[in-house]
């Protein structure tokens, strides 16, 4: 359907949609599920699909117009409409809902407990029935080695199934147990009645019962102590000693009595990184990291109602805590509280970790999340196949005579109107070329676009200037990148393609520099920030491309750099103002340069300040502050 329609052919009539709570449906014209949602009221939420197009999200539009019908079914409560989109969610696959993709590689620790003689292993299969599981481990030598830690302290069965059928048809013990590996009942040394007690020990101990074990081996070292059985005390010693092994790898982040599973969500407009860390007794059990490809533009609550959704959908009731600590809380949290207790037998409370313990350690998980969600971006961005895959793409989407092999990307940044400077990041082949990004120091001017306009015309005349013209190349810094001013080398190679931040004003300020340079024949676009969309010279609408695209993350990484390479080439600039200035105070040293330049951060700041407020700088006295405050007044 045509974009300038007001709205879709498929519309319900007035009065179609009930008011009731819900689940709904938009399929394509092959009866293809394309979106699953839920609401309290189906006719409230679904009107704002069918709104007139112009107002819609640019993805929610490219949804609406793919669809061909939307259908939605009634249900009693809105528990259960969380249950039934779940459901939907999962049988359909709907490609314009959030997509995960979880590490699959997490190692878990299983005790099978529906065993005869429940065994301890270490397993990526999380279909044992029976089975109490523990993590995910973020490596396997880390399962081991908590498992051969806690196994001096409840010596529990290690050996195959095999092993164990053997050993007990024969009366002989197995091998770990003979060599001390395996605490069984086919080692021999104790009953299946008291083995089972054991396992119930160390399952406790895992899921948070440490204070109570330290207790009781203090107890007993004690007792044999006292009564001069130092051999039995010195196992009791060995067994604390595992156990408080055991616990530094895993430190006590929140209170003991503490069973909760905490959120750590980063995003951005395409994905989204989730860092799950599943406390119990306080300390942090397991981590689970789970990346969210985002095909429409959802806010963080519904991200988060979304998250809660697939991680206990189909949970045990064991495996759901007394707590759920998110970043935003979703608008239906009492409706998920709900669905939650009826899942657990128990009442589960939904709450955004906000002070003390619990905040920090949502510091640490969204710390966590944001690197994820980078190291994604990034091993996407370098892959071969997805570098060739997004050339491809672009090519087809801008319409491009060839693929852009080569593509430069402009970014603008002023501190408050001042200090404007530009970058230009270079990639080739899909990849960053560090030895070719420059930056610019832009002139009489804070607008954004004519700053843009200003860029490009410097740039595209060294298209023009001949092969001797080129100026001795500057040496780059340590991390490969060159900043240069003054000095400035032709640009060797003509872009197919050129990128700038922004979308259509940029757009149109970049394409008057092409045609007043007169280099009209090198393709330009633009990616907007706020909705992600790619903007082209001369067009009413931008170009969406989808979410899950690899020349979308190829854009997205060229702006994000070139905004990087900005920021940093400001900041070098200031450092070198401020240390320029204050060089000429007489006896004020680097060192405390460096000190006044931490403190005040820009020369205007220490303008502003008082000289009594500059003495309070360790190493800076009032008469070498009046002298600073009094240097700076009359500069």
């Known amino acids: 359907m045509a974009r300038s329609a007001p709205t879709v052919s498929y519309k319900p009539k007035p009065g179609e949609i009930p008011t009731n709570p819900g689940v709904y449906r938009f399929r394509d014209a092959d009866g293809r599920v394309l979106y699953v949602g839920k609401a309290k009221n189906l006719r409230a939420r679904l009107s704002n699909y069918f709104a007139p197009l112009h107002t819609l999200h640019e993805r929610t539009r490219r949804m ?160 044999a102590s006292a009564a001069m059985d130092y051999e039995a005390a010195a196992v009791y010693r060995d067994r604390l000693q595992a156990i408080d092994a055991v616990l530094n790898k895993s430190a006590l982040v929140l209170a003991p009595d503490t069973d909760a599973d905490l959120f750590g969500i980063a995003e951005d407009e395409l994905a989204a990184a989730v860092q799950h860390f599943v406390i119990r007794g306080g300390r942090v059990r397991g981590v689970r990291a789970t990346t969210i490809e985002k095909e429409l533009d959802i806010t963080g609550g519904d991200l988060v109602d979304q998250v809660i959704q697939r991680t206990y959908g189909n949970a045990e009731s064991i495996d759901i805590p007394r707590q759920v600590l998110v970043p935003a809380l979703p608008d239906d949290a009492d409706d998920l509280e709900e669905w939650l207790r009826e899942r657990r037998g128990k009442a589960v409370t939904i709450q955004v970790a906000q002070r003390g313990r619990k905040a920090e350690l949502m510091k640490t998980a969204t710390l966590n999340a944001q690197q994820a969600l980078m190291l994604y971006k990034t091993r996407r961005t370098s892959d071969y196949v997805a570098r060739t895959q997004a050339l491809t793409d672009l090519q087809e989407a801008l319409d491009l005579a060839e693929a852009p092999l080569r593509i430069e990307c402009f970014d603008v940044s002023h501190l408050g109107g001042t200090n404007v400077v530009a970058s230009m990041v270079v990639f080739e082949d899909g990849l960053p070329r560090k030895d070719q990004y420059r930056s610019f120091k832009v002139e009489d001017t804070t607008d954004d676009t004519d700053s843009m306009y200003q860029v490009l015309r410097r740039r595209l005349a060294y298209l023009d200037r001949p092969e001797e013209e080129e100026a001795e190349r500057p040496e780059a810094t340590a991390d490969g990148e060159v900043v240069t ?150 500069g």
């Open 485 to 634: 001013e003054r000095r400035r080398p032709r640009f060797a190679y003509r872009p197919q393609l050129l990128v700038v931040d922004g979308g259509k004003p940029q757009v149109e300020a970049a394409a008057r520099a092409l045609r007043d340079a007169g280099h009209e024949e090198v393709a330009l676009c633009g990616i907007a920030k706020r909705l992600e969309e790619v903007w082209l010279p001369g067009e009413e609408f931008p170009v969406i491309l989808p979410r899950t695209s690899e020349s979308l993350y190829l854009l997205q990484r060229l702006r994000d750099e070139a905004h990087r390479f900005a920021i940093t080439h400001q900041r070098r600039r200031r450092r070198r103002d401020i240390q320029s200035v204050l060089a000429e105070v007489p006896g004020l040293g680097d060192a405390r340069i460096r000190a006044l330049l931490r403190h005040f951060g820009s020369v205007s700041a220490l303008k502003k300040a008082t000289p009594d407020e500059i003495a309070q700088l360790p190493g800076v006295g009032p008469k070498l502050a009046a002298s600073i405050h009094g240097h700076l007044s009359s």
């Open 64 to 223: 609406v117009t793919t669809a061909a019908s939307v259908e939605w079914t009634v249900v009693a409560s809105d528990v259960d409409s969380l249950q039934l989109e779940y459901m939907w969610i999962k049988e359909f696959d709907p490609p314009f809902n959030v997509r995960y993709r979880d590490d699959k590689s997490y190692p878990f620790m299983a005790i099978t407990l529906a065993d005869e003689a429940p065994r301890v292993i270490v397993t990526r299969n999380r279909r044992i029935r029976g089975a109490k599981y523990f993590g995910p481990y973020p490596k396997v030598w880390a399962v081991h080695d908590t498992i051969d830690l806690l196994i001096k302290v409840f010596p529990i069965r290690t050996c195959s199934d095999s092993s164990y059928k053997k050993a007990m048809a024969s009366g002989r013990p197995c091998f770990p147990g003979q060599i001390g590996r395996c605490g069984g009942p086919c080692s021999m040394k104790v009953s299946i009645e008291e083995h089972r007690a054991i396992v119930d020990d160390f399952v406790a101990f895992m899921a948070g019962g440490d204070e109570r074990f330290k207790k009781e081996l203090t107890a007993r070292m004690r007792e």
